[in-house]
């Protein structure tokens, strides 16, 4: 690179934006929205002078070393990260210049390299044996290599609620543990049943278990190479769905009288949403001749309604009012349900799947293209394994709205993170 240059990526919005920066660049990587080149100040002037976005890439390369992971709920064992060392085949972080063009993952797989999970910054979970190592550092793209180091143990306090029931002498709690790759999980589901651990159930890459807080087993599991961080203690969601309607303020009607001017226009004509609730009064007036689906996934063959809660939500998305003579709708009167019944004998919403995809996937193929879930639990904005699945299922499934209860613990009277008058979150 010529001295005074800098990496760039300049983004085009149309055809001749694209001619105007290549002939500006000269020789550039091209993509669909952005070109990669070399440029030096005055280019760079040109180049933001045609109305054109240019971003400036790093160039500094950082050498290989180890970072640690941590997760909403971290055990880890203490190995010292100076005397730690990688296994033979570990797991790294890989950190890009700039995106990942095709270009650059053909060459990477060239070397046996295939990048797992992107995580911010643009880094890239990745499994590399010794040797690989030092060609992905040395690659011109490449800024870091880091190696994940097994977490350190953290303090009790960090636990999200104690909520579950007791068993025995100790009180077992649900944990989580997320795999790098799905192949490893009969090795790992092997190593649990020999330390006499109780596996809950399994999806994808994800295996759930009891076992104490203190168990040994929390720090062995996170210093497995297989295991994707720490684990993280599972809390059984509760129902959630208060004010909704009233804060949407799809009509501007009083409560009790007529629907008479709706704030939207549509009216869910058309659509199937998906609804994981309670259950469902299927001969509830309001839904007739408009439930394509029902699923019982908490009680075998059983998709009532123990609380009301589910059918509330349902009427809540797309109650036509006939119950009320068309005093109280929902948003989406004319939409149809597909209704999937996630609670257990004793109510609690024990038919939630282990993993989240395997419940998206089941009304995606329904027909649905919106799926609410009017629960949650109190994980203080904390990104979980369970947010992450959210976010894998609409990155493979862009036609999906998927839609999920939050705010109902936020409150404005004594906020601790927000202005006085504004919902706390």
């Known amino acids: 690179m010529p001295l005074g240059n800098k990496h760039i990526i300049v983004y085009y919005m149309d055809p001749a934006e694209l001619v105007s920066a290549k002939a500006i660049l000269g020789s550039v990587e091209e993509t669909e929205s952005f070109v990669m080149g070399e440029a030096d100040d005055a280019q760079i002037v040109r180049l933001r002078a045609q109305g054109l976005i240019v971003q400036e890439q790093s160039v500094t390369r950082q050498p ?3 970072v640690e992971e941590s997760g909403l709920l971290s055990f880890g064992i203490d190995t010292g990260l100076d005397t730690a060392v990688p296994a033979e085949v570990d797991y790294y972080l890989v950190s890009l210049r700039g995106p990942l063009l095709e270009s650059r993952r053909k060459e990477l797989y060239g070397l046996g390299v295939t990048l797992g999970d992107a995580q911010p910054g643009g880094r890239y979970k990745t499994k590399l044996a010794s040797a690989q190592v030092d060609k992905v550092h040395d690659l011109p793209y490449v800024e870091k290599v880091e190696w994940i180091s097994p977490p350190p143990p953290q303090a009790e306090s960090g636990v999200l609620s104690a909520g579950e029931p007791s068993l025995g002498i100790e009180k077992l709690l649900m944990f989580d543990i997320r795999l790098h790759e799905i192949a490893d999980r009969p090795k790992i589901e092997a190593w649990l049943r020999g330390k006499s651990i109780q596996i809950i159930g399994m999806g994808t890459r994800k ?4 076992s104490a807080l203190d168990a040994p087993v929390l720090d062995e599991l996170a210093a497995l190479t297989e295991v ?7 809390i059984t969601p509760v129902v959630w769905n208060e004010y909704a309607v009233r804060l949407l303020g ?4 009083p409560v009790g009288t007529l629907p008479g001017h709706r704030i939207i226009a549509q009216d869910g004509t058309g659509q199937i949403v998906g609804v994981a ?5 299927d001969a509830h007036p309001d839904f007739q001749g408009r439930i394509v689906g029902k699923v019982a996934r908490g009680r075998t063959g059983d998709t009532t309604d123990l ?8 009427g809540s998305i797309l109650g036509d009012g006939a119950a009320s003579g068309g005093k109280i709708q929902g948003v989406a009167p004319m939409a149809s349900l597909f209704f999937q019944s996630v609670a257990g004998l004793n109510g609690r919403l024990t038919g939630i799947p282990v993993n989240l995809n395997d419940l998206f996937e089941e009304a995606y193929l329904a027909g649905a293209r919106i799926h609410n879930n009017s629960w949650g639990i109190g994980a203080d904005s904390n990104y979980t394994m369970m947010s992450e699945e959210v976010d894998e299922f609409c990155s493979q499934r862009r036609d999906m709205l998927i839609v999920i209860a939050a705010g109902n613990a936020g409150s404005s009277f004594q906020p601790r993170k927000a202005e006085q008058g504004f919902v706390d979150w």
Request: aromatic share 10%; no cysteine; net charge negative.
């Open 64 to 66: 290989v070393e180890a």
């Open 207 to 210: 295996i759930r278990f009891f």
């Open 228 to 234: 994707d961080g720490a684990a993280q203690q599972y």
């Open 250 to 253: 799809v009509d501007d009607t």
């Open 277 to 281: 609730d309670t259950g469902i009064d």
């Open 307 to 314: 609380s009301g809660h589910g059918t509330h939500v349902a």
